[in-house]
C-alpha cells in the first residue's frame, strides 16, 4: 500500500479526507490511499466503484465520484463518517469479458466490502444480479438498457436495490431522438431526413423504423438511411448519396471519435444540409480546437455542466470544482457518478438517518433534489431517472431534460429545449454557406 501526500487536498480536522483504493479486476494491483491525518479512518461508509478505470469513461466516473466525497468529507462527511472510495477495474471497454466483469464487481462487494456501488455499462445486468444477491444499493450512472429498471418493476423485492441516476433508458433516449428532429422541423421548416448511424445490428435498424414512422406522423420523411462500420472514418460516399437524395437534414448517431472526420467532411463539401445529431465527441470542451473550428452550428446532445451552461444552482460550481480538482472539463461520466454521491445519495442516507440499506431505499424512492443536471431530481416507480414530458422533452416539473447544444462561434449554446433557449437568449443558427436556409 501506498500513502500519497494529500497536501493538495483541503483538510478536516483529525480525521481522513478520502480513501481511494483501485485495485485491478485480476490478479491483485496495487492501493492508493490518500490520509490527511496520521492515521486510518476507523469508521467510514465504502463506496464503490465499478469501471473500466483505464478507458476515458470509467477514468471520469472515477474522478467525479472522487472530488463528491472529498466534498462530502469537507462538510464533515454523512452522519458523521467520512466517505471512502473503493474502486475494481472491470476491462469493459478494454476487452469485454462478462467473466471478468463480473469477478471484478462480485470483489468490489465481498472482499473491498463496499456499502453502495456506481457503475454502469453493457454488463449492468449481471451486476444487477449480483448486488441483488447481496443487498447492496447500484447506482447506474452510465448505460441504457431498459430492463434494467424493468426488473424492478418485475420483481421488486429482489431489485429494489437498483436505481438509474442518469442517463436514461434506452426507450426514453429513442423518443428523445424523435424530439430532437421534431424540434429542428419545427426551428427550420424543413421536412427531408438522412438518417446515418454505426451499426450495431437490429437495434440500429429498429430505430431507423421507428423514427421513419415516429416523424412521418408529423410531415416529415425519411430520405436516405445508412448504416456503416463502427470502425468508418471516411463518409464521402455516405455524403454523396444523402446529397443526392436532397436531405435538408442530416442526424447522425455515431458515439466514437469518427464524429470528427465526420463533421470536417461536412464543412470541407459546405453540404446543404443541417447537421444535428447524437455526436458524442461534439460534446467535448475541446472539439471547436479538434475540428479547427468547422463544428460551427454543428447541434448534439450534451449535458449543462461540460457545455458550462448554468441550469441549476449546482451546474457551474459543479464545473468549476471539477476543472480546479482534475484540471479538465467533465464528461456525461463524470457527472453522472458526481450527482449521484454528491447530491443523490447523500441526501437520502441524510434524511434516513442511518445508513441501513431498507431505510435508504425507502429515501432514495423519495428524492426530490437539485443536482447539476436537474432542478428536480426525481425517480420513477421503475428507480429510473423522471425527464421531462412530452415527445420534445419540455421541461415540465424542472425534472432531468435531454438538452441539445449547438457549436457557436466556439461556445456551446442550449438550442432544445425551446423553454430554456429562450431562457438563454440565444438561438438556433445555420451555417454560413449556401443551403435551403436561404429562403427561410
Known sequence: MTVLDSKALTKIQTIALVTIVVVAAVGGGVAYVLWSGQSQPQDFIRIGVCADLDMPQGKDAWQGAVLAAEQINVQGGLLGRNITIVAEDDDSFAGPDIAVASNAMTKLVTVDQADY???????????????????????????TIDNYTQRVLDDYDKYKYCFRTSPCNQTTAN???????LTLGNYTG?????????????????????IASSI????????YSGFVPVA??????????????GAEILFPIIVTDAVRPLVIEWYDRQSPFVLWGVMWQAAGSDFWMLTEEKCDAVTFAGQPAVAGYPLTNKTMPTRDAYVQRWGEVPT?????????????????????ETTETEAVIEALEKTNVETSSARHFVFTSSHDVMVGSGSVNDPAGDYVVMCNFQWQNGTQVPVKPEAIMKEAGATYKYQLWPGPWDTK
Open 216 to 223: 412521418h406522423e408529423h410531415g416529415m420523411d425519411v430520405v
Open 117 to 143: 456501488i456506481i457503475s454502469g455499462g453493457q454488463f449492468l445486468i449481471p451486476y444487477q444480479d449480483i448486488c441483488a444477491e447481496h443487498r447492496k444499493i447500484l447506482l447506474s450512472v452510465y448505460g
Open 232 to 245: 468508418t472514418t471516411d463518409f464521402a460516399s455516405n455524403f454523396a448519396a444523402i446529397e443526392e437524395s
Open 175 to 181: 423518443l428523445g431522438i424523435i424530439g430532437e428532429i
Open 190 to 210: 424543413f421536412t427531408k431526413v438522412a438518417l446515418l448511424q454505426q451499426d450495431f445490428g437490429a437495434s440500429s435498424r429498429q430505430l431507423a423504423a421507428t
Open 332 to 352: 456525461d461520466a463524470a457527472i453522472g457518478a458526481y450527482d449521484a454521491l454528491r447530491f443523490i445519495l447523500s441526501d437520502a442516507i441524510k434524511r434516513a
